[in-house]
């Protein structure tokens, strides 16, 4: 049996990247980190692509940096054709494997799809994306079809204490001090 084979799928898939253009005649691509730090998404292994719907496993055989760019060698692509049909797929590990967060720390995952709720009770929608603008991270939140605000999308910064007064993972909640109208 191939190693291949013997892998387990991801069972709660999150994207840690992207496979970008070949580098090369040999087989290299740049690879896009989604991580805090860019070269920690090495650190999560195995890494599993979806290519026509089926789960693909692939392994690293190298990498390295290439002026600002990482780029890959991935076992079994040796020439620029094997590599292109590569090219734009997301680099995904199972999220069991990320590190439990200390109190207060979230993975933007965790977020998708909680409620916000203004300290007032209005409900604002529900977290559609996560954005992130350097000084501080930026919740999308997706507002109601019959908002009294006629507000289809609500962009709330995540600031802990500040806007944001409390995460209930459990029940799917965010409370925020934020103004409905904006």
């Known amino acids: 049996m191939s190693k291949q084979t013997s892998l387990e799928l991801p069972v709660s898939p999150i994207v840690l990247g992207k496979l970008g253009s070949t580098y090369g005649i040999r087989g290299w691509l740049r690879v896009f980190s989604s991580t805090e730090h860019a070269e920690d998404i090495f650190e999560y292994q195995p890494w599993f692509i979806q290519r026509a719907g089926q789960w693909q496993h692939i392994e690293l055989e190298a990498w390295k940096h290439h002026n600002q760019d990482m780029i890959v060698k991935i076992k079994g692509i040796d020439d620029r054709d094997a590599a292109n049909l590569l090219i734009n797929c997301e680099i995904t590990v ?66 802990d204490g500040q806007v944001i007064k409390k995460v209930d993972l459990a029940t799917k909640t965010i409370d925020v001090d934020w103004d409905p109208g904006f």
């Open 94 to 159: 199972d999220s069991a494997q990320l590190p439990e967060l200390d109190a207060g720390d979230y993975y933007w995952k965790d977020l998708m799809g909680c409620q916000v709720v203004s300290t007032t009770g209005y409900s604002l929608g529900t977290v559609s994306d996560m954005m992130e603008t350097g000084s501080n991270d930026v919740m999308v939140v997706k507002a109601s079809l019959k908002d009294a605000f006629g507000v289809k999308e609500r962009l709330i910064p995540f600031l």
